[in-house]
């Protein structure tokens, strides 16, 4: 396969962050105009992570007002990205073309399943919100009450709402556009839902550092970029030529830049058509826990229980065939015993006494490279 050219918008970019943003410095070094793009290191999580936020600002934009959003779901390791007035509008603007690409029209009323705050003026577009933080059985009250055009929401709880309503009733009769998030959407998941709501299904891949990459409507087999302001580069996976690991660079966020990001996910692209489009996001996966009564919780719930403990610095949750469940934390050895029960209370408030749940400090258990990382996820029967 021949190599592409690499986009001409990167070389300047990575050479004025190299000397003015300490992450890009300490990363690349002061290299100036001699930077080597099949040389220099990609940026992760995890060098990320050993930077101060303020090491990730750009020397002559500091100062400047940044939106901040909290990302933990995916890793397992809560962190804050920031940015700015330019990223927040070309995110906001890449979300509602896509919408409108996959059916969405000015008006139509929308539920979206969330774990964010959202403006109180959303309602008055037709945008209303519930908790992913719910049971199923009372999201679907809402979905019965709302009636939406639009359903948006993360996978896991999509299908177990889909779920419920194929068993219980009723299907919302206005629903025509459901748009699935957060998780590889397989053909299996694909026809739970579609069953469960009696609607067409989109898909929407997006990351919190980015907002939305890109999108599925219903009926394409290929996902079609969210906004030109990203750049999308596909690398080559050793000993695995099917798939290719993406790495992107936003171009409107110049505040606290993300530049050659190794998201940690895969790709599948066709390579008999001529603009090679991405037919897959493979290696987002995510497990529902299973309780002794034969219920499922989705993990966006355990997440939300989870992230808003500002001491916990990371956390694994695996659940054991037994259905008893292991919990690990990286915390300081002083706030040790306080997230134990802090964390003890919460899971037990929402998967019941009979659950039995064991909590210890230590350090989280990664995968080989080249697999990607699930910090909550069942050996008890959910899907793998």
């Not at 750009?58 to 959003?69: F, I, K, S, T």
Request: glycine letters at 6%; charged letters at 25%.
């Amino acid at each position: 396969m021949p190599e592409a050219a690499a986009d001409p918008r990167l070389l300047p970019l990575m050479t004025d962050a190299s000397r003015h943003v300490e992450v890009y410095r300490r990363l690349w070094g002061a290299a100036g105009s001699n930077l080597d793009l099949h040389r220099t290191p990609l940026l992760d999580k995890s060098f990320l992570r050993a930077s101060k936020p303020e090491h990730r600002l750009h020397d002559r934009r500091r100062g400047r007002a940044l939106a901040a959003e909290l990302s933990s779901g995916s890793s397992g390791e809560p962190m804050t990205f920031q940015y700015d007035g330019a990223a927040r509008r070309a995110r906001r603007f890449a979300f509602l073309r896509a919408l409108l690409g996959c059916g969405y029209r000015p008006g139509h009323r929308c539920l979206l399943l969330t774990s964010r705050r959202k403006s109180k003026w959303s309602a008055l577009a037709g945008w209303h919100y519930a908790s992913i933080a719910d049971a199923t059985e009372m999201l679907a009250k809402q979905l019965a009450t709302l009636n939406p055009r639009v359903l948006y929401g993360p996978l896991s709880t999509l299908e177990l709402l889909a779920e419920h309503l194929a068993k219980h009733g009723p299907r919302p009769a206005a629903l025509k556009l459901v748009v699935s998030t957060a998780e590889q959407l397989t053909p299996e998941r694909l026809t739970t839902l579609e069953q469960g709501f009696s609607a067409p299904v989109a898909d929407f891949y997006g990351m919190t550092e980015f907002g939305l990459v890109a999108y599925r409507p219903p009926g394409n087999p290929n996902y079609v970029p969210a906004r030109s302001s990203l750049i999308l580069e596909f690398m080559p996976v050793p000993g695995d030529g099917a798939v290719e690991r993406l790495v992107i660079t936003d171009l409107a966020e110049r505040t606290s830049p993300l530049i050659r990001y190794d998201t940690g996910d895969f790709v599948r692209r066709d390579f008999t058509q001529p603009d090679r489009p991405i037919l897959e996001f493979a290696g987002r996966a995510f497990d529902c826990i299973l309780l002794p009564n034969g219920e499922r919780v989705s993990p966006y719930r355990i997440d939300v229980a989870l992230e808003h403990l500002p001491e916990l610095r990371a956390f694994e949750v695996v659940q054991q065939p037994d259905l008893s469940i292991d919990v690990t934390i990286d915390v300081t050895a002083a706030e040790a015993d306080r997230i134990r029960g802090a964390i003890a209370t919460r899971l037990t408030a929402l998967l019941g006494p009979a659950t039995p749940l064991r909590i210890a400090s230590g350090s989280i258990r990664r995968v080989p490279s080249g697999v990607k990382y699930r910090p909550i996820r069942s050996l008890a029967g959910s899907r793998a």
